[in-house]
Structures are given as C-alpha cells and as structure tokens.
C-alpha cells in the first residue's frame, strides 16, 4: 500500500459496543512515513503512536477486535 493511501479495515456498528452510546465506527488503515509526529485533538489529551507488539493489554471497547481486523492477512 502506498504511503498515504486509505484502505478500509471495516465497519464496526454493533448495538452496545460503547457503554456511551450508539456508534458506528469506519476504521480504516494508513501507510504513515516514519517521523510522522501524532498529535492529539480536542478529544484527546495526548496522542503517540504504539508498535503492535507493544500495546496496552486492556483496549477500550472493541478496538482489539478493530486491530486483530487490521492485522489479520487476508486470503
């Protein structure tokens, strides 16, 4: 995949999977070049970027499934 290129990864819509709502998520991936910096907006307070093999064993709601989608090889 060519840097900057959006390839989408799926939709995630499923009744009750954030305890705050209803949400429809559109997740898709991105080749970012290496030295991208990661900022936060106004709904984060920070914002970094994680290797796989290095992330936080609890993840919010189902983005776990959300990545392993991304990740996954497809056939």
Known sequence: ?????????????????????HYVTFAYMAVVPDGTTATAGDDARTARWWPLSDLPEQLAFDHADIIRAATTPKP
Not at 1 to 21: E, F, K, N, S, T
């Open 1 to 21: 995949m060519p840097v900057g290129a959006l390839h989408q990864i799926g939709i995630w819509d499923q009744v009750g999977r954030d305890p705050r709502g």
